[in-house]
């Protein structure tokens, strides 16, 4: 069987939700009889085996395939995946120029662009424009919408995100965010029913395989569905979404075309507001969650495909498709 090493942490806002992803993925290898090793990255960026600091090349030394159970920055960015490339290691997910389009929203909304997706109006703010937020703020209104949504440009598992109704509500997002930021997307807020729709290659003689549309449904009415709201089960993950066939069809179509044209590979999952029977694309995670909470798993499971398996899948085409 091929020996898999599970990279997980990562000096990323998200190392807890890796951290369980990873653990998950572990335990799917044991139940699976797969040989492996358990690499944890920390805050800092060292590489801890069996809890000794080991440099890439030593840590990833007899191993077939990585598994990357990272989210967000260093994982979800490239940066991992050019290591990997470089030293010519199979792994799970897309690679480093796919990895690196997808985590930057403002880039993905770019590329999909000219395929005729709807989108979201943005404008994308700077730290350097704090100065004249006062001025400015007026102007974003005029420009991206009379609600809007604001977020980090790079990050996921929605931290950061903010609802802003309002030019105070803005006003205090921007600067909030902007202290730990160095750029955000100020979005139109579409209001509507929001969905997400995995994707995955190589399934049941299919090249591209779309999941059933998961429907989103924050509780007690919210606007959005957060960070908190993505792990505390509170949110209601309907899996197929209560949406029609013709809707569910532009749904499916919508995420296979995002997977395609940002060249993702094994896996990825994108986000959407549906509106007036409008899909509306907001961005595509290319190493979406795999915790027991996650969207992922649970739109694999309505098609039968357990949790076990779908990790041995992802294993074994990262293994042929890599090499």
Avoid at 154 to 175: D, F, I, Q, T
Avoid at 217 to 242: A, C, D, L, W
Avoid at 260 to 267: G, N, P, R, S, W
């Amino acid at each position: 069987m091929k020996r898999v090493a599970v990279l997980r942490g990562g000096p990323s806002e998200e190392y807890a939700v890796s951290m369980l992803s990873g653990n998950a993925v572990l335990k799917a290898l044991r139940d699976s009889e797969y040989p492996h090793k358990d690499i944890v990255i920390t805050k800092k960026g060292e590489w801890l085996e069996e809890g000794f600091v080991r440099s890439p090349e030593k840590a990833l030394e007899a191993v077939d395939v990585v598994f990357i159970a990272l989210h967000g920055s260093y994982g979800e960015d490239g940066q991992v995946q050019r290591i990997l490339q470089r030293k010519g290691v199979p792994f799970t997910g897309s690679r480093a120029l796919s990895s690196a389009i997808a985590f930057n929203k403002e880039l993905a909304k770019n590329t999909m662009r000219p395929h005729g997706l709807l989108m979201p109006k943005h404008r994308r703010i700077h730290r350097h424009e704090l100065d004249r937020l006062d001025e400015e703020i007026p102007h974003i209104f005029k420009e991206v919408g009379r609600e809007l949504f604001v977020k980090p440009l790079s990050n996921g598992s929605s931290l950061g995100a903010r609802h802003a109704p309002n030019a105070a509500v803005l006003k205090e997002s921007l600067l909030e965010l902007l202290d730990t930021y160095e750029q955000v997307l100020v979005e139109e807020f579409i209001r509507g029913k929001e969905a997400t729709v995995g994707v995955m290659n190589n399934f049941r003689d299919q090249a591209l395989y779309v999941l059933p549309v998961i429907e989103i449904v924050p509780p007690n009415g919210e606007t959005m569905f957060s960070h908190e709201h993505k792990y505390n089960g509170q949110t209601q993950e309907i899996v197929p979404g209560r949406f029609s066939y013709h809707e569910k069809a532009k749904l499916s179509a919508a995420a296979a075309l995002a997977h395609k044209v940002i060249a993702c590979e094994h896996y990825s999952r994108s986000d959407f507001i549906l509106r007036d029977g409008e899909v509306y694309f907001l961005e595509i995670n290319t190493l979406p969650g795999l915790t027991t909470e996650s969207l992922f798993p649970k739109a694999a499971a309505a098609v039968g495909l357990s949790y076990n398996d779908l990790i041995s899948h992802l294993i074994e085409i990262a293994h042929v498709q890599n090499r």
